[in-house]
């Protein structure tokens, strides 16, 4: 986008805004000392490692890794950018930012392609909708949708319509309004035609159900055929408004019921969202078309940690469940698993059973995750053979060992030694055994990294002395010009060992040469890379003395300096033995020479 922000704008912003109380709306902190606590929203956690401080305004998590300042944070946690993170700021200080873009009613930038985009779809949802309820064009429709059970109410508040049975409506309505035929097409809502260049409407005598983002704005279309037209639904193509990706159906309208509840249902298609809030669960979801990813946990996990999951009951759909409850568990989630009978969708059981035993039955009545998975590995086993009962026995039993409350695994190893008439200490001996090979197998492997939109920075290992020297370097020039650049002179040209500490060090001696004082706020803005910024975040967590003595300068930057003369030794190491093998006595003990000096330099 060309539309800059003034950096005098930016740092009015940075200095009206208090990242604490901007966290807060997000993160419930507490004070411990200088800084502010919490349960990070970036990686599932049971004890609060997220820590604010209100004298450096910044953040950051000792457990995955995550930091930045005010504007990083919105970023991050509503996947906007900087200067969308900058409006909403801005708004909340009540700062004029006289930009010349427009914004739109959720404070979110947009440029002038992409709005008009959003303006063709709000139409366009608009017209469809009239067309559906007040015309006798779609009469034939709002008498099909009738018929299967979708009531008035439901059909406004999800703002369902239908499109006419023309090849060009679309096309001269929006065109009359001005929108090109080019934008129309990049926005999905028209094709054109190869063999002669002209264009015809994407949608034709369907049910239209409108596809919202986040903020409530028109982005898509999902288009059900009336009669055995294929395909029997029609989505709009990715464009540079919808991402199938990032998109939950329903999100906008049922935020606020998530955030009371603290709990989503996830369904898999729209018809079961809308079924479902007609029965009173008004705090549904669903995937658009693709499976669970990333980003759908991330926005979830913004506004809950707990989620049941309701797909539906045939084969498909439990696998679906398993696959979408292990990434929600990996990310630190709290699943519960609806299931119905007979092989039904949402949507069957309601019309078969009712509201009322949809809600008491089926929501309410759903099995934990590891209740789920009880049922998941028993599915085609014959556990009346015993190969098959043992099999499946140990398989629960490393389930069993992956829960972290003991109570919950005394729970499930006593179900599972009540059914199958195992004694409780065969199973836990056994359990013991699952964990002390699965701890072998683990030594000296670093875990996979499964949390979604950071990166995960725990490591145990031992760091090498030079590595500490650069970071307790980095910290003391953070809070002092002066040490920044005699920390470059003492280097005499050398540059650090770790190439992050490097790349930060360059980007502080270029932040200094424009501002006069360390401001870890404005330093972070300057930053342009999202992991230095979480590294330098951590770094100012780190507890370093008030004033950098001397001695203790020169003793970090020998530790720098040492450890590439000690890769210096190691390479002379391998020439000399090198020359020791081909008998090349005088090069091999000019080599040793080199090796003793370095030595002696250390």
Known sequence: MAERIAEEKINQIRQSVDIVEIISEYVQLKKQGRNYFGLCPFHGENSPSFSVSTDKQIYHCFGCGA?????????ELEGITFLEAAVKLAEKANIDLQLNFSVNGKGKSVSPELQSMLDAHELLRKFYHHLLVNTKDGQHALEYLL?????????????????????????????????????????????????????????????????????GNAIAFSGRALGADEPKYLNSPETAIFNKSKILYNFHLAKPSIRKLQQVVLFEGFADVIAADKSGVENG????????????????????????????????????????????????????????????????????????????????????????????????????????????????LREISKLTKAVEKDHYLRQLASE?????????????????????????????????????????KMKPRYYTAERRLIAHMLRNRDTAYKVQDLLRGNTFNND??????????????????????????????????????????????????????????KQVLNYQKLLKIKEKE??????????????AAAIASEINQLRKSL
């Open 285 to 396: 979801i669903a995937t658009m078309g693709t499976s669970l990813t990333e980003d759908h946990i991330t926005l979830i996990r913004q506004n809950t940690q707990s989620i049941t999951i309701c797909f539906d009951s045939d084969k498909a759909g439990i696998e679906a469940a398993y696959r979408a409850g292990n990434m929600l568990s990996e990310a630190g989630c709290t699943i519960k698993v609806s299931l119905m009978s007979d092989g039904l969708d949402p949507d069957e059981y309601i019309k078969q059973y009712g509201p009322e035993k949809f809600r008491n039955e089926v929501i309410s009545a759903s099995h934990t995750w590891m209740a789920f998975k009880f049922l998941y590995f028993r599915r085609g086993k014959n556990l009346q053979i015993e190969g098959e009962r043992l099999a499946y026995i140990e398989t629960i």
């Open 500 to 557: 992050e500490h490097q790349a930060i060090i360059t980007y502080l001696i270029g932040f200094y040469e424009e501002h006069m004082n360390p401001d870890s706020s404005a330093f972070l803005t300057y930053i342009q890379d999202d992991n230095l910024r979480r590294i330098v975040a951590d770094i100012e967590m780190m507890s370093i003395n008030d004033e950098l003595s001397s001695q203790e300068l020169n003793d970090y930057i």
């Open 67 to 75: 930091g930045g300042n005010v504007f990083s944070f919105l970023m």
């Open 147 to 215: 018929k299967r059970g979708f009531t008035r109410e439901s059909i406004d508040k999800f703002q369902i319509g239908y499109s006419l049975n023309s090849w060009d409506f679309v096309y001269k309505f929006l065109t009359k309004r001005d929108f090109t035929p080019e934008l129309m097409e990049k926005a999905g809502l028209i094709i054109k035609r190869e063999r002669d260049g002209t264009y015809f409407d994407r949608f034709r005598d369907r049910i239209m159900f409108p596809i919202f983002d986040r903020n």
């Open 420 to 460: 199958f008439s195992i004694s409780l200490d065969a199973l836990q001996q056994q359990l013991r055994q699952i964990f002390f090979t699965e701890k072998r197998k683990s030594n000296g492997q670093t875990p996979p990294i499964n949390k979604p939109n950071v990166i995960i920075k725990k490591d145990n």
């Open 574 to 587: 391998v020439e000399l033995k090198e020359a020791e093998r081909q008998s090349d006595y005088s090069k």
